[in-house]
Protein backbone atom coordinates (compact mmCIF):
# COMPACT_ATOMS: atom_id res chain seq x y z
CA UNK A 1 0.00 0.00 0.00
CA UNK A 2 1.41 3.45 -1.20
CA UNK A 3 2.37 5.21 1.89
CA UNK A 4 -0.43 8.29 2.71
CA UNK A 5 0.47 11.82 2.27
CA UNK A 6 0.33 14.02 5.05
CA UNK A 7 0.40 17.90 5.15
CA UNK A 8 1.68 19.59 8.34
CA UNK A 9 1.18 23.84 8.75
CA UNK A 10 2.32 25.04 11.82
CA UNK A 11 4.80 28.43 12.79
CA UNK A 12 6.15 26.18 15.14
CA UNK A 13 6.69 23.60 12.83
CA UNK A 14 10.39 22.43 13.96
CA UNK A 15 8.77 22.09 17.91
CA UNK A 16 6.59 19.30 16.20
CA UNK A 17 10.24 17.15 15.07
CA UNK A 18 9.03 14.23 17.63
CA UNK A 19 6.01 13.97 16.12
CA UNK A 20 6.86 14.29 12.35
CA UNK A 21 9.35 11.31 13.32
CA UNK A 22 7.20 8.96 15.03
CA UNK A 23 4.66 8.92 12.03
CA UNK A 24 7.06 8.45 9.57
CA UNK A 25 8.19 5.17 11.72
CA UNK A 26 5.02 4.51 10.87
CA UNK A 27 5.13 4.74 7.17
CA UNK A 28 3.31 8.20 6.64
CA UNK A 29 5.03 10.87 4.44
CA UNK A 30 5.25 13.87 6.02
CA UNK A 31 5.51 17.67 4.21
CA UNK A 32 5.86 20.45 6.54
CA UNK A 33 5.33 24.18 6.09
CA UNK A 34 5.33 27.65 8.27
CA UNK A 35 2.18 28.86 7.12
CA UNK A 36 -1.43 29.13 5.85
CA UNK A 37 -0.42 30.36 2.51
CA UNK A 38 2.39 27.41 1.97
CA UNK A 39 -0.20 25.04 2.79
CA UNK A 40 -2.55 26.74 0.43
CA UNK A 41 -0.19 26.80 -2.49
CA UNK A 42 0.83 23.29 -2.12
CA UNK A 43 -2.69 21.67 -2.06
CA UNK A 44 -2.69 23.52 -5.20
CA UNK A 45 0.08 22.07 -6.63
CA UNK A 46 0.40 18.61 -5.53
CA UNK A 47 -1.90 15.50 -3.85
CA UNK A 48 -2.61 15.55 -0.16
CA UNK A 49 -4.39 12.36 2.03
CA UNK A 50 -4.74 14.67 4.97
CA UNK A 51 -3.62 18.27 6.18
CA UNK A 52 -3.12 19.13 9.78
CA UNK A 53 -3.73 22.93 10.11
CA UNK A 54 -2.20 25.32 13.00
CA UNK A 55 -5.12 27.53 13.78
CA UNK A 56 -3.18 30.62 15.18
CA UNK A 57 -0.52 31.35 12.50
CA UNK A 58 0.89 35.04 11.55
CA UNK A 59 -0.54 35.89 8.13
CA UNK A 60 -3.26 33.98 6.69
CA UNK A 61 -4.62 31.96 10.01
CA UNK A 62 -5.61 28.45 10.28
CA UNK A 63 -9.44 29.18 9.55
CA UNK A 64 -8.97 31.44 6.33
CA UNK A 65 -6.53 28.54 5.04
CA UNK A 66 -9.03 25.81 5.73
CA UNK A 67 -11.32 28.46 3.49
CA UNK A 68 -9.18 28.38 0.61
CA UNK A 69 -8.19 24.34 0.88
CA UNK A 70 -11.85 23.82 0.90
CA UNK A 71 -12.67 25.71 -2.23
CA UNK A 72 -9.43 23.73 -4.13
CA UNK A 73 -10.32 20.34 -2.53
CA UNK A 74 -13.84 20.01 -0.60
CA UNK A 75 -13.17 16.27 0.25
CA UNK A 76 -9.62 16.61 1.46
CA UNK A 77 -9.68 15.55 5.16
CA UNK A 78 -8.42 18.84 7.32
CA UNK A 79 -7.48 18.59 11.13
CA UNK A 80 -7.53 21.63 13.02
CA UNK A 81 -4.61 21.94 15.80
CA UNK A 82 -5.82 24.78 18.58
CA UNK A 83 -4.45 26.01 21.56
CA UNK A 84 -7.92 27.36 21.93
CA UNK A 85 -10.89 25.95 23.47
CA UNK A 86 -13.38 28.88 22.98
CA UNK A 87 -16.56 27.77 21.43
CA UNK A 88 -16.78 30.62 18.55
CA UNK A 89 -13.57 29.22 17.00
CA UNK A 90 -14.76 25.60 17.30
CA UNK A 91 -17.66 26.27 15.92
CA UNK A 92 -16.78 28.52 12.96
CA UNK A 93 -14.36 25.10 12.31
CA UNK A 94 -16.64 22.62 12.12
CA UNK A 95 -18.94 24.75 10.17
CA UNK A 96 -16.52 24.90 7.74
CA UNK A 97 -16.50 21.29 7.82
CA UNK A 98 -12.94 20.29 9.45
CA UNK A 99 -12.59 16.45 9.65
CA UNK A 100 -11.29 16.53 13.47
CA UNK A 101 -9.64 19.28 15.49
CA UNK A 102 -7.43 18.76 18.39
CA UNK A 103 -6.20 20.54 21.46
CA UNK A 104 -2.62 21.72 22.08
CA UNK A 105 -0.23 20.22 23.42
CA UNK A 106 -0.72 16.95 21.41
CA UNK A 107 0.77 13.80 22.10
CA UNK A 108 1.56 10.92 19.19
CA UNK A 109 -1.11 8.55 20.35
CA UNK A 110 -3.71 11.58 19.59
CA UNK A 111 -2.37 12.27 16.36
CA UNK A 112 -2.34 8.82 15.32
CA UNK A 113 -5.77 7.94 16.06
CA UNK A 114 -7.19 10.97 14.11
CA UNK A 115 -5.16 9.85 11.20
CA UNK A 116 -6.71 6.36 11.53
CA UNK A 117 -10.20 7.65 12.36
CA UNK A 118 -10.14 9.70 9.05
CA UNK A 119 -8.01 7.29 6.58
CA UNK A 120 -8.21 4.12 7.58
CA UNK A 121 -11.76 4.08 9.28
CA UNK A 122 -13.78 2.54 6.42
CA UNK A 123 -11.19 0.11 5.82
CA UNK A 124 -11.14 -0.41 9.48
CA UNK A 125 -15.32 -0.63 9.77
CA UNK A 126 -14.97 -3.02 6.48
CA UNK A 127 -12.81 -5.46 7.86
CA UNK A 128 -14.63 -5.17 11.45
CA UNK A 129 -17.84 -6.03 9.54
CA UNK A 130 -16.76 -9.13 7.55
CA UNK A 131 -15.07 -10.31 10.74
CA UNK A 132 -18.50 -10.24 12.75
CA UNK A 133 -20.49 -11.24 10.06
CA UNK A 134 -17.80 -14.14 9.78
CA UNK A 135 -18.58 -14.78 13.47
CA UNK A 136 -22.58 -14.83 13.08
CA UNK A 137 -22.64 -16.86 10.50
CA UNK A 138 -22.65 -20.12 12.18
CA UNK A 139 -25.49 -18.90 14.48
CA UNK A 140 -27.64 -17.90 11.63
CA UNK A 141 -27.05 -21.31 10.01
CA UNK A 142 -27.81 -22.95 13.36
CA UNK A 143 -31.32 -20.85 14.09
CA UNK A 144 -32.38 -21.94 10.17
CA UNK A 145 -32.60 -25.23 11.40
CA UNK A 146 -34.63 -25.26 13.88
CA UNK A 147 -38.58 -24.68 14.63
CA UNK A 148 -38.80 -21.02 13.99
CA UNK A 149 -42.05 -18.99 15.07
CA UNK A 150 -43.32 -15.85 13.87
CA UNK A 151 -40.91 -13.45 16.86
CA UNK A 152 -37.80 -15.58 15.70
CA UNK A 153 -38.60 -15.25 12.21
CA UNK A 154 -38.79 -11.63 12.85
CA UNK A 155 -35.27 -11.14 14.95
CA UNK A 156 -33.86 -13.52 12.14
CA UNK A 157 -34.80 -10.59 9.41
CA UNK A 158 -33.60 -7.89 11.39
CA UNK A 159 -29.87 -9.87 11.92
CA UNK A 160 -30.17 -10.46 8.12
CA UNK A 161 -31.26 -6.88 7.19
CA UNK A 162 -28.34 -5.42 10.08
CA UNK A 163 -25.46 -7.50 7.69
CA UNK A 164 -26.49 -6.75 4.76
CA UNK A 165 -26.40 -2.66 5.69
CA UNK A 166 -23.01 -3.42 7.47
CA UNK A 167 -21.72 -5.47 4.60
CA UNK A 168 -22.77 -3.03 1.78
CA UNK A 169 -19.78 -1.95 0.01
CA UNK A 170 -17.20 -3.79 1.94
CA UNK A 171 -15.96 -5.07 -1.66
CA UNK A 172 -15.27 -8.58 -0.45
CA UNK A 173 -17.04 -10.02 -2.94
CA UNK A 174 -16.83 -14.00 -1.56
CA UNK A 175 -18.04 -12.54 1.39
CA UNK A 176 -21.15 -10.80 0.06
CA UNK A 177 -21.92 -14.18 -2.01
CA UNK A 178 -22.12 -16.18 1.05
CA UNK A 179 -24.15 -13.71 2.88
CA UNK A 180 -26.90 -13.92 -0.57
CA UNK A 181 -26.45 -17.41 -0.38
CA UNK A 182 -27.19 -17.93 3.13
CA UNK A 183 -30.40 -14.81 2.74
CA UNK A 184 -31.85 -17.43 -0.06
CA UNK A 185 -31.37 -20.30 2.34
CA UNK A 186 -33.49 -18.30 5.09
CA UNK A 187 -36.20 -17.41 1.73
CA UNK A 188 -36.44 -20.99 1.32
CA UNK A 189 -37.21 -21.67 5.30
CA UNK A 190 -39.26 -18.99 5.30
CA UNK A 191 -41.64 -19.78 2.39
CA UNK A 192 -42.26 -23.47 3.92
CA UNK A 193 -42.77 -21.32 6.76
CA UNK A 194 -45.27 -19.28 5.24
CA UNK A 195 -47.16 -22.42 3.19
CA UNK A 196 -47.44 -24.72 6.44
CA UNK A 197 -48.49 -21.44 8.88
CA UNK A 198 -50.58 -18.94 6.71
CA UNK A 199 -53.97 -20.79 6.62
CA UNK A 200 -54.04 -21.62 9.75
CA UNK A 201 -53.66 -18.00 10.86
CA UNK A 202 -56.37 -16.54 9.20
CA UNK A 203 -58.35 -19.99 10.67
CA UNK A 204 -57.75 -18.87 14.42
CA UNK A 205 -56.08 -22.49 15.02
CA UNK A 206 -53.31 -20.88 16.10
CA UNK A 207 -51.87 -17.39 17.36
CA UNK A 208 -51.39 -15.54 14.42
CA UNK A 209 -48.87 -12.57 14.01
CA UNK A 210 -50.13 -8.61 13.66
CA UNK A 211 -51.34 -8.60 10.14
CA UNK A 212 -52.66 -6.44 7.29
CA UNK A 213 -56.15 -6.68 8.00
CA UNK A 214 -55.62 -6.31 12.28
CA UNK A 215 -52.71 -4.30 12.30
CA UNK A 216 -55.37 -0.98 12.62
CA UNK A 217 -57.57 -2.41 15.55
CA UNK A 218 -54.10 -3.96 17.61
CA UNK A 219 -51.74 -0.94 16.79
CA UNK A 220 -53.09 2.25 15.58
CA UNK A 221 -56.30 2.45 17.14
CA UNK A 222 -54.22 2.40 20.57
CA UNK A 223 -52.02 5.36 19.41
CA UNK A 224 -54.82 7.50 18.18
CA UNK A 225 -57.29 7.28 21.53
CA UNK A 226 -54.09 7.98 23.55
CA UNK A 227 -52.71 10.77 21.28
CA UNK A 228 -53.03 14.13 22.64
CA UNK A 229 -51.87 15.59 19.68
CA UNK A 230 -52.88 14.83 15.85
CA UNK A 231 -51.49 11.49 15.08
CA UNK A 232 -49.90 11.43 11.26
CA UNK A 233 -49.60 7.92 10.14
CA UNK A 234 -47.38 7.69 6.77
CA UNK A 235 -47.88 4.48 4.24
CA UNK A 236 -44.94 4.47 1.85
CA UNK A 237 -45.91 2.17 -0.47
CA UNK A 238 -43.58 -0.94 -1.11
CA UNK A 239 -40.83 0.37 1.78
CA UNK A 240 -39.14 -3.02 2.80
CA UNK A 241 -37.49 -3.34 6.39
CA UNK A 242 -33.90 -2.23 5.02
CA UNK A 243 -35.09 0.53 3.37
CA UNK A 244 -36.47 1.85 6.23
CA UNK A 245 -33.22 1.31 7.79
CA UNK A 246 -31.53 3.40 5.07
CA UNK A 247 -33.87 6.41 5.65
CA UNK A 248 -33.68 6.08 9.29
CA UNK A 249 -30.56 8.41 9.61
CA UNK A 250 -32.31 10.88 8.11
CA UNK A 251 -34.84 10.77 10.09
CA UNK A 252 -33.06 10.70 13.80
CA UNK A 253 -32.39 14.09 13.50
CA UNK A 254 -36.46 14.95 14.13
CA UNK A 255 -37.43 11.84 15.76
CA UNK A 256 -36.35 9.39 18.06
CA UNK A 257 -37.96 5.55 17.49
CA UNK A 258 -40.49 5.15 20.07
CA UNK A 259 -41.02 1.59 18.75
CA UNK A 260 -39.40 -0.45 15.63
CA UNK A 261 -41.74 -3.47 15.10
CA UNK A 262 -42.65 -5.18 12.26
CA UNK A 263 -45.77 -6.77 10.82
CA UNK A 264 -46.87 -9.41 8.38
CA UNK A 265 -48.59 -8.49 4.79
CA UNK A 266 -51.90 -10.53 3.79
CA UNK A 267 -51.35 -12.37 0.47
CA UNK A 268 -51.28 -11.28 -2.50
CA UNK A 269 -48.29 -8.66 -1.34
CA UNK A 270 -49.55 -6.63 -3.41
CA UNK A 271 -51.21 -3.17 -2.97
CA UNK A 272 -55.09 -4.25 -3.85
CA UNK A 273 -54.94 -6.67 -1.44
CA UNK A 274 -52.95 -5.75 1.25
CA UNK A 275 -53.28 -1.92 1.46
CA UNK A 276 -57.15 -2.32 1.33
CA UNK A 277 -56.91 -4.80 3.78
CA UNK A 278 -54.85 -2.12 5.96
CA UNK A 279 -57.41 0.65 5.89
CA UNK A 280 -60.28 -1.50 5.95
CA UNK A 281 -59.04 -4.17 8.93
CA UNK A 282 -60.82 -6.75 6.59
CA UNK A 283 -59.95 -9.27 4.61
CA UNK A 284 -60.19 -8.84 0.61
CA UNK A 285 -63.14 -10.97 0.59
CA UNK A 286 -65.07 -9.68 3.66
CA UNK A 287 -64.37 -5.91 1.89
CA UNK A 288 -66.03 -7.42 -1.43
CA UNK A 289 -69.15 -9.11 0.74
CA UNK A 290 -69.62 -5.96 3.15
CA UNK A 291 -68.82 -2.94 0.42
CA UNK A 292 -69.47 -4.40 -2.94
CA UNK A 293 -69.12 -1.20 -4.23
CA UNK A 294 -65.57 -0.29 -2.62
CA UNK A 295 -63.78 -3.62 -4.64
CA UNK A 296 -62.22 -3.24 -7.42
CA UNK A 297 -61.98 -7.54 -9.12
CA UNK A 298 -58.65 -8.16 -10.96
CA UNK A 299 -60.64 -8.51 -13.91
CA UNK A 300 -62.25 -5.05 -13.48
CA UNK A 301 -61.37 -2.03 -15.33
CA UNK A 302 -60.23 0.88 -12.94
CA UNK A 303 -57.60 1.31 -10.13
CA UNK A 304 -57.85 -0.85 -8.06
CA UNK A 305 -57.29 1.22 -4.83
CA UNK A 306 -59.66 4.14 -5.79
CA UNK A 307 -61.54 3.71 -2.19
CA UNK A 308 -58.88 3.54 0.81
CA UNK A 309 -60.43 6.82 1.67
CA UNK A 310 -64.10 5.23 1.87
CA UNK A 311 -62.68 2.18 3.94
CA UNK A 312 -61.48 3.87 6.12
CA UNK A 313 -64.14 5.73 7.17
CA UNK A 314 -66.41 2.51 7.51
CA UNK A 315 -63.30 1.31 9.58
CA UNK A 316 -63.16 4.20 11.46
CA UNK A 317 -66.76 3.55 12.19
CA UNK A 318 -66.85 0.62 12.99
CA UNK A 319 -63.77 0.43 15.97
CA UNK A 320 -66.27 3.53 17.44
CA UNK A 321 -63.81 6.38 16.40
CA UNK A 322 -66.10 9.22 15.51
CA UNK A 323 -62.68 11.69 14.78
CA UNK A 324 -62.41 14.38 12.37
CA UNK A 325 -59.38 12.61 10.22
CA UNK A 326 -58.01 13.05 6.57
CA UNK A 327 -57.04 10.74 3.84
CA UNK A 328 -54.26 12.08 1.21
CA UNK A 329 -52.26 9.85 -1.10
CA UNK A 330 -49.32 11.79 -2.75
CA UNK A 331 -48.53 10.29 -6.60
CA UNK A 332 -46.93 13.63 -7.72
CA UNK A 333 -44.18 16.06 -6.61
CA UNK A 334 -46.71 19.41 -6.72
CA UNK A 335 -49.53 17.40 -4.59
CA UNK A 336 -46.78 16.66 -1.88
CA UNK A 337 -46.12 20.14 -1.72
CA UNK A 338 -49.48 21.48 -1.70
CA UNK A 339 -49.98 19.33 1.09
CA UNK A 340 -47.51 20.86 2.87
CA UNK A 341 -49.00 24.35 2.48
CA UNK A 342 -52.00 22.92 4.08
CA UNK A 343 -50.13 21.45 7.16
CA UNK A 344 -51.68 23.51 9.80
CA UNK A 345 -55.37 22.98 8.31
CA UNK A 346 -54.36 18.92 8.68
CA UNK A 347 -53.24 19.53 12.57
CA UNK A 348 -57.17 20.40 13.37
CA UNK A 349 -57.26 16.58 12.90
CA UNK A 350 -57.09 13.87 15.74
CA UNK A 351 -56.17 11.63 12.58
CA UNK A 352 -53.69 11.93 9.21
CA UNK A 353 -53.32 9.85 7.00
CA UNK A 354 -50.57 10.31 4.05
CA UNK A 355 -49.67 7.13 1.47
CA UNK A 356 -46.90 7.76 -1.02
CA UNK A 357 -46.30 6.18 -3.67
CA UNK A 358 -43.18 6.92 -5.15
CA UNK A 359 -41.18 4.00 -3.58
CA UNK A 360 -43.47 1.30 -5.28
CA UNK A 361 -43.63 3.70 -8.58
CA UNK A 362 -39.38 3.62 -8.84
CA UNK A 363 -39.98 -0.11 -8.59
CA UNK A 364 -42.26 -0.55 -11.48
CA UNK A 365 -40.06 2.15 -13.41
CA UNK A 366 -37.28 0.13 -12.86
CA UNK A 367 -38.80 -2.96 -14.62
CA UNK A 368 -39.63 -0.43 -17.84
CA UNK A 369 -36.89 1.77 -17.80
CA UNK A 370 -33.25 1.24 -18.70
CA UNK A 371 -32.26 4.25 -17.09
CA UNK A 372 -33.48 2.92 -14.03
CA UNK A 373 -32.38 -0.14 -13.77
CA UNK A 374 -28.94 0.63 -13.71
CA UNK A 375 -29.56 3.36 -11.46
CA UNK A 376 -30.99 0.52 -9.04
CA UNK A 377 -29.19 -2.56 -10.21
CA UNK A 378 -28.94 -4.28 -7.39
CA UNK A 379 -30.83 -4.13 -3.73
CA UNK A 380 -28.16 -1.41 -2.24
CA UNK A 381 -28.17 0.61 -5.15
CA UNK A 382 -32.33 0.48 -4.72
CA UNK A 383 -31.89 1.47 -0.80
CA UNK A 384 -29.47 4.45 -2.05
CA UNK A 385 -31.80 6.03 -4.70
CA UNK A 386 -34.98 5.42 -2.14
CA UNK A 387 -32.35 7.68 -0.20
CA UNK A 388 -31.76 10.05 -2.47
CA UNK A 389 -35.44 10.67 -3.43
CA UNK A 390 -36.58 10.98 0.45
CA UNK A 391 -34.08 13.68 1.40
CA UNK A 392 -34.86 15.78 -1.45
CA UNK A 393 -39.30 14.77 -1.20
CA UNK A 394 -41.77 16.97 0.11
CA UNK A 395 -41.84 14.17 2.60
CA UNK A 396 -39.24 14.83 4.34
CA UNK A 397 -40.28 18.77 4.53
CA UNK A 398 -43.73 17.15 5.81
CA UNK A 399 -41.84 14.92 8.69
CA UNK A 400 -39.99 18.56 9.46
CA UNK A 401 -43.60 19.81 9.94
CA UNK A 402 -44.64 17.24 12.13
CA UNK A 403 -41.98 17.38 14.50
CA UNK A 404 -41.94 20.63 15.30
CA UNK A 405 -45.65 21.04 15.55
CA UNK A 406 -45.08 17.71 18.59
CA UNK A 407 -47.23 15.69 17.11
CA UNK A 408 -46.75 11.59 16.90
CA UNK A 409 -45.60 9.74 13.68
CA UNK A 410 -46.00 6.00 12.48
CA UNK A 411 -44.52 5.05 9.52
CA UNK A 412 -45.58 1.87 7.90
CA UNK A 413 -46.29 0.20 4.55
CA UNK A 414 -48.22 -2.08 3.17
CA UNK A 415 -45.99 -4.74 1.78
CA UNK A 416 -42.47 -5.15 0.63
CA UNK A 417 -40.52 -6.01 -2.67
CA UNK A 418 -37.60 -8.64 -3.63
CA UNK A 419 -35.37 -8.74 -6.59
CA UNK A 420 -36.36 -12.04 -8.99
CA UNK A 421 -33.85 -14.20 -10.54
CA UNK A 422 -35.38 -17.48 -10.90
CA UNK A 423 -38.27 -18.27 -13.70
CA UNK A 424 -40.86 -20.43 -12.96
CA UNK A 425 -43.30 -22.19 -15.75
CA UNK A 426 -47.51 -21.50 -15.38
CA UNK A 427 -49.93 -21.82 -17.76
CA UNK A 428 -53.21 -20.11 -17.56
CA UNK A 429 -56.22 -18.58 -20.01
CA UNK A 430 -56.48 -15.34 -21.26
CA UNK A 431 -58.13 -14.12 -17.97
CA UNK A 432 -55.28 -14.95 -15.53
CA UNK A 433 -53.96 -12.15 -14.15
CA UNK A 434 -50.43 -10.50 -15.02
CA UNK A 435 -48.70 -10.26 -11.98
CA UNK A 436 -45.37 -12.50 -11.41
CA UNK A 437 -45.49 -13.14 -8.23
CA UNK A 438 -49.51 -14.89 -7.88
CA UNK A 439 -51.67 -15.83 -10.35
CA UNK A 440 -55.08 -16.28 -9.79
CA UNK A 441 -57.50 -17.71 -12.63
CA UNK A 442 -59.08 -20.96 -14.21
CA UNK A 443 -57.42 -24.39 -14.66
CA UNK A 444 -53.97 -23.14 -14.12
CA UNK A 445 -50.88 -25.62 -14.49
CA UNK A 446 -47.84 -25.78 -12.61
CA UNK A 447 -45.84 -27.81 -10.78
CA UNK A 448 -47.41 -27.77 -6.81
CA UNK A 449 -43.65 -27.87 -5.47
CA UNK A 450 -42.83 -24.75 -6.81
CA UNK A 451 -45.32 -22.34 -5.12
CA UNK A 452 -47.83 -21.54 -2.63
CA UNK A 453 -51.08 -22.83 -4.20
CA UNK A 454 -54.80 -22.12 -2.58
CA UNK A 455 -57.21 -24.07 -4.10
CA UNK A 456 -60.06 -22.91 -2.20
CA UNK A 457 -60.01 -18.62 -1.99
CA UNK A 458 -62.34 -18.73 0.47
CA UNK A 459 -59.77 -20.27 2.97
CA UNK A 460 -57.58 -17.20 2.41
CA UNK A 461 -60.61 -14.88 2.63
CA UNK A 462 -59.46 -14.11 -1.30
CA UNK A 463 -62.44 -13.03 -3.64
CA UNK A 464 -63.21 -15.91 -6.36
CA UNK A 465 -63.34 -14.18 -10.07
CA UNK A 466 -65.33 -17.35 -11.02
CA UNK A 467 -66.33 -20.51 -9.22
CA UNK A 468 -63.11 -22.86 -10.23
CA UNK A 469 -60.92 -19.77 -9.59
CA UNK A 470 -57.88 -20.61 -7.88
CA UNK A 471 -54.63 -18.73 -6.73
CA UNK A 472 -50.77 -19.22 -6.48
CA UNK A 473 -47.95 -17.49 -5.15
CA UNK A 474 -44.63 -17.53 -6.07
CA UNK A 475 -41.71 -18.07 -3.51
CA UNK A 476 -38.54 -16.71 -2.85
CA UNK A 477 -36.75 -14.88 -5.54
CA UNK A 478 -38.97 -17.16 -7.83
CA UNK A 479 -41.39 -14.95 -10.86
CA UNK A 480 -44.00 -16.86 -13.05
CA UNK A 481 -43.49 -16.78 -16.65
CA UNK A 482 -45.52 -18.72 -19.75
CA UNK A 483 -44.19 -21.26 -22.07
CA UNK A 484 -44.97 -19.07 -24.35
CA UNK A 485 -42.19 -16.55 -25.70
CA UNK A 486 -40.46 -18.33 -22.71
CA UNK A 487 -36.88 -16.89 -23.13
CA UNK A 488 -38.12 -13.12 -23.81
CA UNK A 489 -40.20 -13.06 -21.00
CA UNK A 490 -36.96 -14.29 -19.29
CA UNK A 491 -34.43 -11.96 -20.04
CA UNK A 492 -37.00 -8.87 -19.51
CA UNK A 493 -37.92 -9.20 -15.79
CA UNK A 494 -34.71 -11.48 -14.81
CA UNK A 495 -33.67 -9.09 -11.89
CA UNK A 496 -36.48 -7.05 -11.36
CA UNK A 497 -38.26 -5.94 -8.57
CA UNK A 498 -41.63 -7.48 -8.18
CA UNK A 499 -44.08 -8.47 -5.39
CA UNK A 500 -46.97 -10.22 -4.73
CA UNK A 501 -45.67 -13.53 -3.84
CA UNK A 502 -43.99 -14.70 -0.63
CA UNK A 503 -40.43 -13.80 0.83
CA UNK A 504 -39.05 -12.06 3.87
CA UNK A 505 -38.55 -9.02 2.07
CA UNK A 506 -42.49 -8.92 0.95
CA UNK A 507 -44.22 -10.17 3.78
CA UNK A 508 -41.79 -8.84 6.74
CA UNK A 509 -42.42 -5.14 6.85
CA UNK A 510 -42.08 -1.81 9.19
CA UNK A 511 -44.17 -0.69 11.71
CA UNK A 512 -42.49 2.18 13.32
CA UNK A 513 -44.04 4.80 16.34
CA UNK A 514 -41.89 7.62 16.51
CA UNK A 515 -41.99 10.84 18.76
CA UNK A 516 -40.69 14.48 17.98
CA UNK A 517 -36.82 15.49 19.69
Do not use: C
Amino acid sequence: MAEKQILWADDEIDLLKPHIIFLEKRGYKVTTVNSGNEAVELVEEQFFDIVFLDENMPGVSGLEALQSIKGIDPTLPVIMITKSEEEHIMEEAIGSKISDYLIKPVNPNQILLALKKNLDEKRLVDEQASSGYQRQFREISMQLMGRLDTEDWQELYKKLVYWDLELDGTQDEALEGIFATQKEEANTQFSRFIKDNYLDWLKGEVEAPTMSHTLFKDRIQPEIIKSEESLFLVVIDNLRFDQWKALQPAINEYFRVEEEDMFFSILPTATQYARNALFSGLMPSEIQKMYPQFWVGENDEGGKNKYEKELLEKNLQRLGLNIPFSYNKVLNLNYGKKLNERFNELTKNKLNVVVYNFVDMLSHARTEMDMIKELAGDSSAYRSLTLSWFEHSPLLELLKKIAQNGSKLIITTDHGTIQVDHPVKVVGDRATNSNLRYKTGRNLKYKASEVFEIPKPEDAYLPKENISSSYIFALKNDFFVYPNNLNHFVKYYDSTFQHGGISMEEVMIPFVKLIPR
